[in-house]
């Protein structure tokens, strides 16, 4: 690794942070969080560290997917603020050093976007193929995405009398990417938001776009995500393109562009996700070792998306049946709690009891498992879900800045609120950024010094990793470094009990001083002997290893 190239290829090393305008913060009291509000909190996402905030959909839209049915790719939905409000917010950030992506939406539009009012019209239409119309629905066509709230995944369309494809809601009819008017559309939609100084897309859906059931393509799929990388490089040297590919490893590498890459930049890796799941709950850490192992090697400059929790359900699908079960029964024991047969409506501090131990235990995995973080707003304080909200909206309640009315998002009547804030014991009053920055103690503290760990340690997103054989099955130990030497020893005990590691030799280590990056004590090795290290109950260390005669950074 050249530090130079981390310039380059920042996505290897950020630390992203993904928010919905809409619930972050409202700066004009209107009720709904809005870019001027946003722009406002910009002081305090550079005071928490991270380098890249990915925007969920901003634009309008019907908001019946929580924006992700869009009517118009070229424009802010009005109740967020203006176009002219974006462009000061993305200047803004970049200006403190924080590079903004957008979520790109184009696997569907919503139903109310000009193109698909018009393609239902008419069979005759210019924009009918921008969709995918049969006049039968195919085999699998009840392979829903949301089994219980949609039926088949092809509607019937009376006034042209076909169906049209819809991988997810009704509402959301897939785009034909085998329209070549479809793609040039797309560019165009990449293009704008380039110039307005975005560094990059968080891609939606990418298997659906590309695979959707139904729309056989004529020409490999994958030829799409190639010539969008390389249309996004000509026009910004710097931009990313991060993939939502909910897939198990095996088939991430294609989206890559195979081992030479080409194609996204970085995708979200729901196997490694799952797993720290399924170890937590086991307190074992095979399952992450399983996890790490069946991650394809890509040696190109490609990166893993780490995360614990998104805006979705947290989805299980990558477990087998009764591992599933053991996740179901551990974190969302009541079916209330449960969606879709496969996944969890819950954010993550009340899944863990809100256990500062083992809140702090999953972030420190997270941030030290190669790979760039991603934080979904509000895990920096421990935010729960609100229950009483429908289906995937109790992830999606207001940002609670602050012990006050409506938890400081707004000065508004509650009722004017896009969603209700959480009650109870993680509701405002005792979960509250203004509280968590006065107390040196808090996870806010806690993941904040994470993120300065991690932007110093750039061997966690370009090293390689190792694992490091011992022989207790509740502890993780692993070494990212690049070049053979120097970088970082991590170790984690997921188990309850303290555990006694002991430490390879200091040749073996390729060092002779570890120092505790996190807690700052240092641990001499033996060259002959393995040196025993102390972790307590659900504890952990980053190691940073010195060679002999190094430095510490
Ligand atoms: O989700 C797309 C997707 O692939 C889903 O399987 C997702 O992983 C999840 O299970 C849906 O709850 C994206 C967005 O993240 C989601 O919020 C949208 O509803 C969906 O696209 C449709 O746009």
Known sequence: MRLADTGDLWWRSAVVYCLDVETYRDGDGDGVGDFTGLTESIPYLEQLGITCIWLMPFYPSPDLDDGYDVSDFYAVDPRLGSLGDAVEFIRTARSRGIRVIIDLVVNHTSDKHPWFVQAKRSRNSRFRDFYVWRDRPTRNSKNTVFPGEEESIWEWEPKTEQYYLHSFYTHQPDLNLANPHVRDEISKIVAFWLALGISGFRIDAVPFLLEGEGAPY??????????????????????????????????????????????????????????????????????????????????????????????????????????????????????????????????????????????????????????????????????????????????????????????????????????????????????????????????????????????????????????????????????????????MLALHNLTAEPQTVALPTSTDLGGEVLTDMLHLHEIALDPQRSTDVELGPYGFQWLQITPPGGAIV
């Open 218 to 487: 004529p020409v490999d799929p994958h030829e799409f995500l190639r010539d969008l990388k390389r249309f996004v490089r000509r026009r910004s040297s710097e931009a990313m393109l991060l993939g939502e590919v909910a897939l198990p490893h095996d088939r991430q590498l294609d989206y890559f562009g195979g081992p030479h890459g080409g194609e996204l930049d970085a995708q979200f890796d729901f196997t490694l996700m799952n797993a720290l799941y399924l170890a937590m709950v086991r307190r074992d850490a095979e399952p992450i070792l399983r996890s790490l192992r069946s991650r394809p090697s890509t040696s190109e400059p490609v990166t893993w998306g780490n995360f614990l929790r998104n805006h979705d359900e947290l989805t299980l699908q990558m477990l087998g049946d009764d591992e599933k079960e053991e996740v179901f029964a551990a974190f969302a024991p009541d079916a209330e709690q449960r969606i879709y047969g496969r996944g969890i409506l819950r954010r993550l501090a009340p899944m863990l009891d809100g256990d500062p131990r083992r809140l702090q235990l999953a972030y420190s995995l997270m941030f030290s498992l190669p790979g760039c973080p991603v934080l979904y707003y509000g895990e920096e304080i421990g935010m729960g879900e609100n229950a009483d909200l429908p289906g995937r909206a109790t992830v999606r309640s207001p940002m609670q800045w602050a012990p006050a009315r409506n938890g400081g998002f707004s000065t508004a009547p509650p009722s004017r609120l896009p969603n209700a804030l959480t009650a109870g014991g993680y509701g405002p009053d005792h979960v509250n950024v203004r509280n968590q920055q006065m107390d040196e103690e808090s996870l806010f503290h806690f993941i904040r010094a994470l993120i300065a760990r991690y932007r110093t340690t750039p061997e966690i997103g370009w090293g390689d990793c190792e694992i490091v054989e011992h022989p207790n099955p509740g502890v993780l130990a692993h070494i990212l470094r690049t070049d053979g030497e120097g970088g």
